[in-house]
């Protein structure tokens, strides 16, 4: 018996696309699906609060109607994110929208509370909780999520700084559950790389921003392309959660990347006030160095497959002796 839950089992490839604010919307997430990896956004992405409503309408609709033309290759589950800070008013009204379309994954970050963890299990929902710490993940499991996202250093936006080899080691020594690992994940090689290390999934974000489906405009795809790690700075300034940004986007706004203040985390808010921060400050993870060209979501995907595939070939090739 798979140690999975049957919402997380057979995946094409084993890859969850990452919530990515502002720029996730039904039609990356849709896309997603459809490709073969679990597709997901924020639910702050939709503005008003009403929006959200009619978003999962979408979302289940298109892939229930894909899932009926196409029922030798269904679409892969789809996730929302919550964030569970007490900044976001809007958590009670989201969470109620997620229990009306039965999403099959919620994703929630920066707090651990039984009671969202609760309405989710309430329709046989599955909650992966990210953390950035060992600390972090015993709480989440005590108060009841059913996984981890891992997020290690490297990772786009708010990012942790542990190796993915520590922090992966350090909670597979106690835990068997779903694991996601994020951070620097960018091509075929690095997912075949992440379950090697003992994780079940990898995390993708930053890929996704360039990708045809992606509301980001075309200067961050365009950066994304261009740039690789040395582009890459971690700050805690835009929102009071350290977290890693392209430098271009950082100097566009008037700022010496090198020589940026400390924030004071006490001020963090993630409501509304935080939409103009990430909108003109681009976040990334260190791996847009693997990211050659903007394509569709699907072909992106079919990318994966072909380096995971490649990946597992010259691993056998070298048939190592263990």
């Known amino acids: ?37 679990v597709g997901s956004m924020p639910a702050l992405n ?32 789809f996730a929302i994110n919550q964030i569970v800070h007490k900044s976001n008013d809007r958590l009670e009204h989201d969470m109620a929208m997620c229990v009306k379309y039965k999403v099959p994954i919620i994703i929630t970050s920066l707090g651990a509370r039984e ?33 981890l996202i891992a997020v290690a250093a490297g990772a786009g936006g708010h990012a942790g700084v542990k190796s993915p080899f520590a922090l992966i080691q350090e909670i ?23 379950l090697a290390m003992g994780a079940d999934f990898a995390y993708i974000g930053t890929a996704f921003i360039a990708t ?23 700050s805690n300034l835009f929102t009071g959660v350290h977290g890693n940004y392209l430098a271009p986007s950082i100097r566009a ?10 924030s ?21 993870g260190q791996g847009i160095g693997a990211i050659s060209k903007v394509q569709s979501t699907a072909g992106l995907v079919d990318q994966f497959r072909r380096e995971y595939r490649d990946a597992r070939e010259r691993l056998l090739a070298l048939n190592y002796k263990v």
């Open 253 to 262: 706004a008037g700022l010496d990347p090198e020589n940026l203040p400390e």
């Open 115 to 147: 009671e969202i963890n609760q309405a989710a299990h309430s329709y046989g929902g599955v909650v992966m909780h990210d953390i950035i710490n060992n600390k972090f993940a015993h709480k989440a499991i005590e108060k009841g999520a059913d996984g």
């Open 212 to 234: 045809e489906e992606a509301r980001a405009v075309d200067a961050y795809k365009e950066a994304i392309v261009a740039g690789n790690s040395d582009d890459i700075v971690y």
């Open 1 to 37: 018996m798979s140690r999975l839950p049957k919402v997380l089992q057979n995946l094409p490839l084993p890859v969850i696309g990452s919530p990515l604010f502002i720029i996730s919307t039904p039609k990356l997430v849709i896309a997603q699906c459809i490709a073969g990896v």
């Open 172 to 194: 597979r020594q106690w835990f068997d559950g779903p694991v996601a690992l994020s951070g620097s994940i960018a091509n075929g090689s690095a997912i075949l790389g992440a």
């Open 46 to 77: 939709a503005r008003p609060a009403s929006q959200l409503d009619e978003w999962l309408a979408e979302i289940t609709e298109a892939l229930a109607a894909h899932n009926k033309a196409h029922p030798d290759k269904p679409a892969a589950p």
């Open 264 to 284: 004071d985390p006490s001020k963090m808010n993630f409501g509304g006030d935080s939409k103009k921060a990430w909108k003109d400050i681009w976040g990334s």
